[in-house]
């Protein structure tokens, strides 16, 4: 059993930045990818950044260049450095982790970032 725990949301101006991050209680090695999603009001939640075991990454095309996403396997914990924030990164973003052995999906509670104009 993972819980995880995101930290690190907040209000920040456009251009500006915020490191977001996912503590886990458990160890994450046992994980085979873990992500960070965000859903904005009205909006469906939807993959901002992704890590796999080994380290590969994948982003969402709005966030390339911007955002980086790494996990630290032996704290358990997985970060998301995002710069150059816009307002249309306003969202509440979500720790995401994926148990393939037992095909579970672990979330956390979600941070809010705000991004003004």
């Known amino acids: 059993q993972v819980h995880l725990v995101e930290s690190g949301g907040g209000l920040v101006q456009a251009g500006g930045s915020l490191r977001l991050s996912c503590a886990a209680s458990g160890s994450i090695r046992s994980l085979n990818a873990m992500a960070w999603y965000r859903q904005a009001p009205g909006k469906q939640r939807e993959l901002v950044a992704r890590?796999?075991?080994?380290?590969?990454?994948n982003y969402a095309e709005s966030v390339k260049g911007r955002f980086t996403i790494s996990r630290d396997n032996a704290k358990s914990t997985v970060s998301l450095q995002m710069n150059s924030l816009q307002p249309e990164d306003t969202a509440v973003y979500y720790c995401?982790?994926?148990?393939?052995?037992?095909?579970?999906?672990?979330w956390g509670q979600g941070t809010q970032v705000t991004v003004s104009s």
């Open positions: 995401h982790g994926f148990d393939g052995s037992i095909m579970f999906n672990y």
């Open positions: 890590i796999s075991t080994g380290g590969s990454t």
